[in-house]
């Protein structure tokens, strides 16, 4: 028996080596295949070549609007309302250690629409289209008391701001 298991084992090995061989292509009477060759591409002039010249951008920092229009008081338990009609400052006076939220409604204003402060370099919250959102202010204790806040937008608005 142990004749018949070396002649299978050497029976496998040579049909193993047969077929790795007759893989690896020893066919010498095969034509050459045809060769692809590439044009060179051309290398652009300096003239060609863009270069695109760096600038600098700079955010926009807000700045107030020409028209204001004053809230009043936000204290706790008081709330303040202030409408407007178009891009307006809008400025409130806080009394007491809080936070103040503005609860805008510019829900038939046409266009884009922000609500920003001056001095920022991101708005609180902007839109495309007619904006109606809520906004935190106020949130340091050492925010000052006279606070002011921007709307930008066309069209009839209406914020609210309470505690």
């Known amino acids: 028996m142990g004749m018949q298991r070396s002649a299978a084992l050497t029976g496998v090995i040579m049909a193993a080596v047969l077929l790795v061989s007759g893989c690896s292509g020893g066919d010498t009477d095969a034509k050459p295949s045809a060769t692809r060759t590439q044009s060179p591409t051309p290398t652009p002039t300096v003239e060609e070549v863009a270069t695109p010249t760096p600038t600098a951008t700079t955010p926009a920092v807000?700045?107030?609007?020409?028209?204001?229009?004053?809230?009043?008081?936000?204290?706790d338990g008081i709330t303040a309302t202030a409408s407007g009609n178009g891009p307006s400052n809008v400025t409130y006076q806080r009394q007491g250690e809080l936070a103040v939220v503005i609860s805008l409604d510019c829900s038939a204003c046409t266009g884009p629409t922000k609500v920003t402060?001056?001095?920022?370099?991101s708005p609180f919250g902007e839109s495309p289209q007619p904006l109606s959102g809520k906004f935190l202010?106020?949130?340091?204790?050492?925010?000052?008391?006279?606070?002011?806040?921007?709307?930008?937008?066309?069209g009839p608005w209406t914020v609210t701001m309470k505690s």
Not at 117 to 121: D, E, F, T, V
């Open 62 to 75: 807000e700045q107030p609007l020409d028209v204001t229009v004053d809230a009043g008081v936000v204290a």
């Open 137 to 154: 202010m106020d949130v340091f204790l050492d925010d000052p008391v006279n606070a002011m806040f921007i709307v930008q937008a066309e």
């Open 117 to 121: 402060a001056p001095g920022r370099m």
